[in-house]
Every structure is written in structure tokens, then in C-alpha cells.
């Protein structure tokens, strides 16, 4: 199984960023997915998660109503947007998956111990 992230970069505050994990070596459409970012010297902190079907999904009160996860099955590929990008949201973003096939969100998704694997990370710095 291999998650490759990418789409992180530099970029300023107020700007916008779309990383994208493609996943391999797994049936995709049998996972829910998520994001989670990591900052020097902090823990892994939840940040979106999108279920299999991509019909329902949760964000992080952080990111609510500036990043949307999405996903698109037949390319076995999930996106965060992010929008209104602030200093703060500099980390290292990790795509997780989720072997679930729930339609609702339980609370301990937002657990990163949960998950089945993990992308590599794509690192974000937003300059202020």
C-alpha cells in the first residue's frame, strides 16, 4: 500500500493550497480517508476526514469553513483545499486511510491511532 501526498509549498497568508494523495495497492472506495498535519515540536493533530463514499465529512474546528476534503474514487485520489491560509497552518500534512465503510463520522477518527496507513507528508509553510 503506498499513499503519495503532494501540492504543499510555500506560500502567504490569505493565500490558497490544494495537496492531493493518490493511493495505491488497496481497494480505495473501502476506505474512509483523512488529513492530519504535524508542526515542529507538536503532536499529530487532526485536521479533515471524508468517508468512503465521500458523502459525509468532518473537519477540525481550526480549518472549518477554509479547508474542504474531497475525493474522487475512480482516481483513487483525495484532495484538501485549503483557503485563508494562515501562519498557524504551517506543517508537514499527512493523508491516512481508514479501512471503514461507515456512512457516519464516530468521534475517534479524529485519533490518528486509528487509521490503517500513511502518506509519506507534504510539507506546508505559510509566511505572514
Known amino acids: 500500500v503506498q499513499l503519495q501526498a503532494s501540492g504543499g509549498g510555500l506560500v502567504q497568508a490569505g493565500g490558497s493550497l490544494r495537496l492531493s494523495c493518490v493511493a495505491s495497492?488497496?481497494?480505495?472506495?473501502?476506505?474512509?480517508m483523512g488529513w492530519f498535519r504535524q508542526a515542529p515540536g507538536n503532536e499529530r493533530e487532526f485536521v479533515a476526514y471524508?468517508?468512503?463514499?465521500?458523502?459525509?465529512?468532518l473537519y477540525a474546528d481550526s480549518v472549518k469553513d477554509r479547508f474542504t476534503i474531497s475525493r474522487d474514487n475512480a482516481e483513487n485520489t483525495v484532495y484538501l483545499q485549503m483557503n485563508n491560509l494562515k501562519p498557524e497552518d504551517t506543517a508537514v500534512y499527512y493523508c491516512?486511510?481508514?479501512?471503514?465503510?461507515?456512512?457516519?463520522?464516530?468521534?475517534?477518527?479524529?485519533?490518528?491511532?486509528?487509521?490503517?496507513?500513511w502518506g509519506q507528508g507534504t510539507e506546508v509553510t505559510v509566511s505572514s
Open positions: 471524508i468517508t468512503f463514499s465521500g458523502s459525509r465529512t
Open positions: 495497492g488497496l481497494t480505495f472506495n473501502n476506505y474512509a
Open positions: 491516512a486511510a481508514d479501512l471503514s465503510r461507515s456512512p457516519v463520522i464516530h468521534v475517534s477518527r479524529r485519533n490518528w491511532r486509528v487509521y490503517n496507513y
